[in-house]
């Protein structure tokens, strides 16, 4: 479903590789996470795959088709149904959370409807449904300033769902949430993974929630794949190869 083929990542200006020499392949079903001390290349990687970063070289084929052959239209149409959800949640504080979801819709509807603010019906209705099923029924009008850091992800959730995505991609979605809030945040993530039968990649530094949760866990250390395999497999070796100095 999206193959990551000999991929490397120089940011301009940089003598060192974000990524190098990726090879990894992803299949509908799959929920993924991705370990890696700060600076391993974890959000270059997840940029990559919906082509919001484009590889130095190599190549990520997605659905079968080459992401650097697409024009940026063909590739807002990707997006389009790719969910992604972000540390910082991207939110609008000052918007309602109703607001905010419907703005998940924005990759689909020409820029006059965006910019006037008008949405169907439908389309309401759909943006309620996903508010509905992350558990903030009753908090479509609150603004998105005045909730928890739990409460902001889960409208992040519901924005990449009024996607209808095939692929969910998360850069470190708890990161900034507390612990037990973070196992609520990947229990809501999995069950909804499960039900649409997604492909979920999540970048994550919490080795027990990648354990937990995960089908299978990949480990990046100065760009490179150090680990791809069960998270059972992921031992005390593999941790201090991703966490330590060497
Ligand atoms: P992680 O998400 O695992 O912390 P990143 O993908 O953000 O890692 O960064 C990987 C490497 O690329 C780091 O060395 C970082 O400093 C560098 N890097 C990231 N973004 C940029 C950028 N826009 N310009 C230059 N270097 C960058
Ligand atoms: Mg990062």
Redesign the pocket.
Known sequence: MIQCKDVS?T????H?K??QTVNLTFQKGEFVCVL????????????CLNGLQSPTEGDVIYHEQSLKKLSEAELRKIRQHTGMIFQQFNLIPRLSVMHNVLTGLFGSRSSFKNLAGLFTKEEKAAADAAIKSVGLSGFENRRVEQLSGGQKQRVGIARALVQQPTVLLG??PVASLDPGTANQIFTLLRNMHDDLGLLTII?VHDLQLAKKYADRVIA?KD?QVIFNGLPEMFGDREYDLTYGDK
């Open positions: 990542v940011y301009p200006g940089s060192t974000a990524l890696g001390k700060s600076g391993a290349g974890k959000s270059t990687f997840i940029r850069d470190e970048n990046l760009g």
